[in-house]
């Protein structure tokens, strides 16, 4: 590990011990470089690591701060670096895959705990889905909330920032794209119906079952276009 690293670690170990609580000042620069045993340069070099990691807020004329380090934020740079992986392709399978076994295991949690309120709003992103069946960028825009009120249902904001992150906003509109112009929308369009009408009833089983025919055959789409060495759709289809 480098100076730097170890001064990253010893901050982390202050908040995991508590004794730097989530919201808590940290001490002046010259008290925690004391605190940490190191040189001022080193403690301003981790703070300046862990606020880009929003472990740590630099709040100017105020201080340093720990956040609030709950999970939305933590990893929201996740969504970051599966956009930078769109052009590899071995790392775009791999995303698929992490999907296949994350997403319908989510689906079969939300049906045991989803409210009639959330369940309407499943309803309205699908409904809203149908209605813009020849515009893909509505069409992703839907897609993605309707993902994301089934996920949020389970109440499992970890799993929600997972899940959203794998996704990748780029992948999912390229993929709509490529269904579209394949002619593909509308048994995909059915694929989430089968969701809702799973999740309606309150089964976990069937929701799991209709969650994973839905990723497993975008999957599936997503392999052969890959393995057909041509580059994924990037033209917008024009509304009709």
Do not use: C
């Not at 720990?66 to 933590?74: D, G, N, R």
């Not at 590899?88 to 689906?107: H, I, K, T, Y």
């Not at 897609?143 to 959203?164: I, Q």
């Amino acid at each position: 590990m480098s100076l730097t690293d170890k001064a990253i670690e010893r901050i982390r170990e202050l908040i995991r011990t508590g004794a730097l609580p989530p919201g808590s000042k940290l001490p002046p620069e010259p008290d925690l470089a004391a605190q940490l045993g190191l040189s001022r340069n080193l403690a301003r070099e981790a703070v300046k690591a862990l606020a880009v990691a929003r472990v740590l807020e630099v709040r100017r004329g105020d201080g340093t701060y720990v956040t609030s380090l709950q999970p939305s934020l933590l990893l929201e740079g996740l969504g970051g670096a599966v956009e930078l992986l769109q052009g590899d392709s071995v790392a775009l399978q791999d995303l698929m895959e992490v999907r296949r076994l994350l997403e319908p295991m989510a689906a079969a949690l939300a049906a045991t705990r989803i409210s009639d309120a959330q369940l309407a709003e499943v309803k309205r992103h699908l409904d809203a889905m149908r209605e813009a069946r020849d515009d893909v960028e509505q069409l992703n825009a839907h897609d993605a909330a309707f993902h994301r009120a089934v996920v949020s249902a389970t109440g499992n904001e970890t799993l929600l920032t997972l899940l959203e992150g794998i996704s990748g906003r780029t992948l999912r509109a390229r993929i709509w794209r490529g269904l579209v112009d394949d002619k593909a929308a509308g048994r995909t369009l059915a694929e989430h119906e089968a969701i809702f009408n799973a999740l309606s009833t309150r089964d976990a089983a069937l929701s799991q079952a209709a969650a994973l025919l839905h990723v497993s055959n975008t999957e599936q789409w997503l392999r052969e276009h890959l393995r057909s060495a041509e580059p994924l759709p990037v033209r917008t289809t024009e509304r009709k």
